[in-house]
């Protein structure tokens, strides 16, 4: 009885979460499924989580339980997945449900009563497993545009046992794809000093060639010594323009495998290190990813599979070999690229060499605090990936610290000394990141404590104190002081703030908290008047809007309903 225990425990847990079941998940919508964006696709500062299924343009669609099980978690949000909903399932797995409109009957007037307890729009809960069963093809929801969203659609995921992303397409959820990944460019990297591309040690564009059959290519290469190389490459779907993200990547030298890239699961705490996976000196410069195809130091990501010396390959003199690269789509579309090397010690074509006197040496390894005027700068040890060489300079309350074209792990601290600065407004001071050509202040998230004002920060830049005294301002959209708005379901109002943003809102009724949902992109203030807490005939609107410094407005109206 014992080993019949024993092997059925170790057959369930192998199903349920090795293996990928087929027909176990139902896609969540019932459209056909078109895809905006793939799992692990490439995104400025993080890998894809799921799938975002397309909802014909358009907000309202049924959204439906994948599978049955227990909703663990609902989380409102201003930003991020907006309204969105968690589903744990028997077999271990949970889904995930993003940019909602709302919620079904059952479930909007649970989260509402706990956003009316918190008198919050932005709430997260998390039932006990007793609280909020649901069905098999259950309406949960209704897909919408909400927080981060850049247009309608469901952003759908599959979550393992370790809240691990991992590909829905690997559980049958499938979109059509009949065509080869694109492949924009290919690239050789030395590896270090000693190695030679075409006669040059840095990065090397190489020229494609495309051939007949959709493969590539490329015009023989002269090397010595260490190197690597690195591929711009996407995928497009049938039934949508979008841009999106391969597979998986393999690579081979002289016909042996030398690292494979596999993007069917990540865990959220590594996916920040996209930055390391990417050449991101050339993104920022050229707006364009390359996904270099070897492994650098500080780089943690666990989509690395058979990576022989970390996908490097050694060229010695006189000799010839290939290399190439094989490009997949989920659906086993590929493309190959092939990379003819011959093994040449060339005359270095020494490029310009950087002046360093003036740069600042940041470590990796170790704390790095910088110090000029008012202004201290500190780097706990592993914010940037490798000891580094920036441009860094104090003018007044400028600090300029280097451009955006190193990669950074985590936030660095910038601190301001305030205790000369004369100002009547002190506290409607801010740290500001100057961007763009014109160097226009955004505010950067800033802490106060006594005279110290303080902000971290994953970007290099340029920074300065800047001073918001300026509230916000708050205007009506559909109504106006004393207006009967019996027939009206929505009271909507536009809130926003130029300078350092918006922080919080508070909307009363006759002294009585009501709900409004803010849609920062339209800054919009919404109430439903179906929440049923507006009941008098005469009513006093109050509405309290306080930016990021500290200055607030007020806006009061009255309204009548019957």
């Known amino acids: 009885m014992r080993q019949f225990l024993i092997i059925l425990f170790i057959t369930c847990s192998a199903y349920s979460q090795s293996e990928y079941p087929q027909d176990y998940f139902r896609k969540p919508l019932d459209i056909p499924i078109i895809l905006a964006g793939t799992f692990a696709e490439l995104r400025p500062s993080h890998f894809h989580g799921g799938l975002d299924i397309k909802t014909q343009g358009k907000e309202g669609l049924r959204v439906y339980t994948a599978a049955p099980g227990y909703i663990s978690r609902i989380k409102v949000s201003h930003y991020g997945y907006g309204k969105a909903i968690y589903i744990t399932h028997p077999n271990g797995y949970t889904t995930v449900y993003g940019h909602l409109q709302k919620f079904s009957d059952r479930l909007e007037k649970y989260i509402k009563t706990c956003q009316y307890d918190k008198e919050s729009f932005e709430v997260e809960v998390f039932p006990n497993s007793e609280e909020l069963i649901v069905e098999a093809d259950e309406v949960i929801a209704f897909s919408g545009n909400t927080g981060g969203s850049g247009g309608p659609h469901l952003h759908f995921e599959i979550r393992d046992n370790q809240e691990r992303p991992m590909n829905p397409m690997l559980f049958g959820i499938t979109a059509k794809d009949t065509t080869t990944p694109s492949v924009l460019g290919v690239f050789a990297y030395p590896k270090d000093e000693n190695a030679l591309i075409n006669g040059k040690n840095e990065r090397v564009p190489l020229r494609l060639i495309p051939q007949n059959n959709g493969d590539f290519i490329v015009e023989k290469v002269t090397a010595l010594g260490n190197i690597g190389f690195g591929v711009s490459t996407h995928d497009r779907l049938d039934g949508a323009p979008n841009k999106n993200g391969v597979s998986n990547i393999q690579t081979f030298y002289n016909g042996n495998k030398s690292l494979e890239i596999d993007f069917k699961r990540f865990s959220f705490d590594e996916s920040k290190h996209i930055k390391r996976l990417i050449d991101y000196e050339y993104y920022k410069t050229k707006k364009t990813r390359i996904q270099k195809l070897f492994v650098e130091p500080n780089n943690p990501l ?5 990576a022989y010396d970390k996908g490097y390959i050694m060229v010695e003199d ?40 003036n740069k600042t040496l940041i470590y990796s390894d170790k704390p790095t605090t910088l110090n000029s005027g008012n202004i201290t700068v500190n780097f706990y040890a592993n914010t940037v990936y490798d000891d580094v060489h920036v441009d860094y300079k104090v003018s007044s309350d400028t600090l300029y610290l280097h451009e955006d074209t190193i990669p950074l792990q985590k936030n660095y601290y910038i ?27 955004y505010y950067v998230n ?39 708005l019996s027939k009206y379901r929505y009271l909507k109002l536009k809130i926003d703030d130029e300078l350092s943003g918006i922080s919080k809102y508070r909307a009363t009724v006759n002294g009585k908290w009501i709900l409004m949902e803010y849609d920062y992109k339209t800054n919009t203030l919404v109430h ?35």
């Open 318 to 357: 006189s000799t010839s070999s290939v290399y190439k690269i094989r490009i997949l789509d989920f659906n086993q579309n590929e493309a190959w690229i092939t990379i003819p090397i011959e093994g040449k010690n060339d005359i270095l074509t020494k490029p310009k060499k950087e002046d360093l006197s």
């Open 446 to 484: 800033t802490k106060r404590k006594g005279n110290t004002l303080s902000a971290g920060t994953k970007t290099f830049g340029t920074y300065a104190l800047a001073m918001d005294t300026e509230p916000p301002t708050i205007q009506p959209i559909n109504f106006q002081d004393k207006k009967w």
């Open 415 to 441: 601190n301001y000394d305030l205790s000369n600065y004369k100002s009547e407004h002190l506290d409607k001071v801010y740290i500001a990141h100057l961007y763009g050509y014109y160097k226009k202040p």
């Open 302 to 306: 666990s989509l690395y599979k058979d």
């Open 528 to 562: 439903d008047f179906n929440d049923n807490v507006v009941k008098d005939t005469k009513n006093e609107l109050k509405i309290i809007v306080t930016d990021n410094v500290g200055n607030s407005s007020t806006f009061e109206a009255t309204f009548f309903r019957k």
